[in-house]
C-alpha cells in the first residue's frame, strides 16, 4: 500500500470563544482572529506546494482548511473521523472550571490509565482506536500525495504520541502544548511516522499575534491541551 508523501497535521486557528472547553458536542466558529490566522496559513502553505487538504467535519477545522485548499488550489475533503474530543459534562465551560480534573485526566493518562475519563467524555483509549481508524483511511486514499490535515488540539496530540517512535501516552508532557495552527511536519513510514518538525506556529501566524501562539494555557482564557 502507498504512502503519502509528506503529511502536514495541524490545529485550527482561534475559536471566537477560546476561553470556553470545546468539545465535539461544541461546533464553534472562528474568531476575527482566527479567520485571519486561517488566510496568513493558506498563504503560507502555497511555498510548501501540498497537493490536497484533509479536514475534520466542524466548522472551525472546515473554516482553516478551506483557505488552504483555496490559495494552494488543491481538493479539500473531509474526515468525520479528526473530529474534536467528545468532553461530555466539560463541554461549554470555562477553562478555570476544569483545570483541576483535567489535570487529573491527564495524570492518569500519563500513568497508562488510558480507560480513566469523566461523565460523558472519551478516554485516551477511545481517542486511541477512532483516531488511527481516521489516520489510516485518510492516508490510504492519499497516496503519494503531499497532505495536510486540520484537526483539533488534542487530535493532533494523539496522533502524534501514537505515531512517532518512542512516544504513546507517558509522553504527553514531553510532546508540549497544542497551539492554535500549530503544524507538524511528518514523513509516514510503514509503521508510522518520522517527524521533520513538530508543532510549529508558522512565522505569518505568528505576526498576527504579536509573536505569541494562541490557544495555550495557562493565562485565562487559553485552553491547555
Given amino acids: 500500500m502507498g504512502l503519502p508523501e509528506c503529511v502536514w497535521l495541524l490545529r485550527h ?16 466558529v472562528l474568531s476575527r482572529l482566527g479567520e485571519r490566522q486561517a488566510e496568513a496559513l493558506g498563504a503560507w502553505f502555497v511555498a510548501q506546494r501540498p497537493t490536497v487538504v484533509v479536514s475534520s467535519a466542524m466548522r472551525r477545522a472546515v473554516a482553516t482548511a478551506a483557505p488552504v485548499a483555496r490559495l494552494c488550489g488543491v481538493p479539500h475533503a473531509i474526515e468525520p473521523g479528526f473530529h474534536e474530543r467528545r468532553v461530555g459534562d466539560f463541554c461549554g465551560r470555562e477553562f478555570v472550571e476544569v483545570e483541576v480534573a483535567w489535570r487529573e485526566t491527564v495524570a492518569q493518562w500519563t500513568t497508562g ?12 483509549a477511545d481517542l486511541h482506536t477512532r483516531l488511527l481508524d481516521a489516520w489510516h483511511r485518510t492516508v490510504a486514499a492519499h497516496a ?69 501562539p494562541t490557544g495555550l494555557g495557562p493565562v485565562p482564557g487559553r485552553p491547555t491541551v
Fill in 13 to 28: 486557528a482561534e475559536t471566537a470563544t477560546p476561553h470556553v472547553f470545546h468539545g465535539a458536542e461544541s461546533d464553534e
Fill in 113 to 124: 490509565a488510558t480507560d480513566f475519563t469523566t461523565p460523558g467524555a472519551e478516554s485516551y
Fill in 144 to 212: 503519494g500525495a503531499r497532505l495536510v490535515i486540520v484537526a483539533h488540539g488534542i487530535v493532533c496530540k494523539v496522533l502524534l504520541l501514537e505515531l512517532l517512535a518512542d512516544h504513546g501516552p507517558t509522553a504527553w508532557g514531553r510532546i508540549g502544548r497544542v497551539p492554535n495552527v500549530a503544524v507538524s511536519r511528518l514523513t509516514p513510514t510503514p509503521h508510522g511516522c518520522d517527524a521533520v518538525s513538530l508543532l510549529a506556529v508558522p512565522e505569518p501566524v505568528l505576526r498576527l499575534n504579536d509573536g505569541l
